[in-house]
């Protein structure tokens, strides 16, 4: 790869990010459905007190254990537990999520007890590439063409990770687009499990009918970790809307909302370089007024107030945090530059709204500390790419500053050269409190590229 490097000038104090302590509030499980283990644990209930508890009507299914429960419990977001909560007890009585069938992995919609749809479960072990992937399509393109089907700059199997990573990323910048996303670990009869796992569960199953006063530790299925987003309402594909729109333009205020929103969307996507922003893999919700509009005056600005609601939901960002630039044969364009939208130059209500940030290089790496912390607790875990996810990640952040203070459009920064921002080993500066950059552009397109 040819490339041009150059030393950055980006010392900084360096936050300690090398050890991270243990108690980090990532609770490691033993009970993983990774793990093979014939004999189901069991332990005596001692509450011999209580013989009036009808275990008949308690779920064999649940098993949550003080792990779980902690697991899945965020103390800086109690609403996000609670409704994490909510979907536990449903399963728990029964509402199981259920799965989606579009999409090419096993992803499930989750449900409160009233049997409302709150979330979207991904877990990690059906992804595309997981081993328990319901969907044998991906299973053939992996073994019969790997180098066409896969994406080769991507960690494999880490998209529940990149799912909260972008939820994070949105949450860090104020974007407002990604529904919240975070990594939770649920069990449901539902979810695709290896054979074995259901034998044992029928196994205890039975033996509790026989020995109701055992209590397994593990009972029935493991839980399995995944992405967990809330289920935004009333939004449609953005390729519905955007059609729509086509047709029968919504008003200029309407449309400069819209704007605002989608630039958003390019921001999240250009930082995170998602590899797979289809026009499917972005949400649209758009709603007139109740009443007639038709002969409304939309010259008059007391017209605009209220009422209009236009908003942009970033959905399904599991492809995202690559370790290199794509430089194979396929360049994964964001489908978003193709818009008229695109060509337009970055509004000034973004630009106050995130360069201030992103050009706080004291921010960027606040952000990345956040992102080793989330992205440290899958068990594959490389710090090696993990740091070359970032320098990309550095990259990006530069080339959209420098767009952003250039009066670019998002057309324009697409097209910017790919750059990385590496962290220099050994570096001129001998203390231990500063990093320093190298910034090192790629000049090798991808062999099939639409620019
Ligand atoms: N947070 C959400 N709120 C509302 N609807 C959602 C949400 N997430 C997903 N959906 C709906 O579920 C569909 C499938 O979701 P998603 O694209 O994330 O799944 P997927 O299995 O990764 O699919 P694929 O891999 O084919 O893109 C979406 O097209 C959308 O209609
Ligand atoms: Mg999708």
């Not at 509402?95 to 709150?118: H, L, M």
């Not at 055992?214 to 029935?220: A, I, V």
């Not at 630009?351 to 992102?371: A, G, I, R």
Request: neutral net charge; glycine residues 6%.
């Amino acid at each position: 790869m040819s490339t041009e490097e150059t030393l950055l000038n980006l010392d900084f104090d360096k936050p300690n990010t090398t050890t991270a302590p243990p108690d980090d509030g990532v609770v490691s499980l033993s009970s993983s459905s990774e793990e093979i283990c014939l004999v189901p644990e069991v332990e005596f209930e001692g509450n011999l007190d209580s013989p009036g508890v009808n275990r008949e009507s308690q779920p064999l299914l649940g098993g949550r254990g003080d792990f779980e429960v902690s697991f899945n419990y965020f103390p800086d977001d109690p609403q996000f537990s609670e409704l994490v909560l909510q979907a536990e007890t449903a399963i728990d009585n029964g509402i199981f999520p259920e799965r989606i069938y579009q999409g090419s992995s096993g992803s499930y919609f989750v449900k409160n007890a009233g049997g409302k749809i709150i979330g979207v479960f991904k877990p990690k072990d059906e992804e595309p590439y997981g081993r328990l992937n319901p969907k044998w399509m991906k299973w053939m393109h992996k073994l019969c063409c790997p180098c066409c089907f896969g994406r080769s700059c991507l960690i494999p199997n880490q998209g529940y990770l990149s799912e909260a990573g972008a939820s994070l990323v949105d949450s860090k910048i104020g974007l407002k687009v990604v529904p919240k996303t975070k990594v939770v670990k649920l069990v449901s009869e539902t979810f695709n499990y290896l054979r074995i796992d259901r034998e044992r569960s029928r196994l205890k199953r039975a033996i509790t009918e026989q020995f109701p006063n055992l209590r397994f530790n593990r009972m029935g299925l493991p839980p399995k970790k995944g992405s967990f987003q809330l289920f935004v309402e009333g939004y449609k594909d953005a390729d519905y809307w955007l059609r729509r729109f086509e047709q029968e333009p919504p008003p200029p205020h309407v449309m400069k909302k819209f704007q605002l929103q989608f630039e958003r969307l390019v921001v999240l996507d250009y930082i995170i370089r998602n590899t797979d922003r289809g026009n499917d893999n972005w949400l649209i919700k758009y709603e007139a007024p109740p009443g007639p509009r038709a002969d409304a005056d939309l010259r008059d600005p007391s017209e605009w107030s209220g009422g209009w609601e236009v908003r942009i939901a970033a959905i399904d960002n599991g492809l995202a945090f690559p370790f290199k630039h794509p430089d194979s044969w396929r360049a994964y364009p964001y489908h978003w530059a193709w818009l008229p939208h695109a060509k337009l130059p970055f509004s000034d209500e973004t630009k106050q709204l995130v360069l201030p940030l992103l050009s706080d290089m004291n921010f960027v790496q606040e952000l990345c500390d956040e992102l080793h912390l989330l992205f440290k607790q899958d068990k594959g875990f490389d710090k090696g790419l993990f740091e070359r996810q970032m320098s990309v990640m550095r990259g990006q952040v530069l080339n959209l500053t420098q767009a952003l203070k250039d009066g670019k459009s998002p057309v324009q920064l697409v097209q910017m050269p790919c750059v990385l921002v590496e962290r220099s080993k050994g570096g001129s500066t001998s203390s231990r409190f500063f990093d320093s950059f190298q910034q090192r552009f790629q000049q090798k397109s991808p062999f099939f590229s639409w620019w």
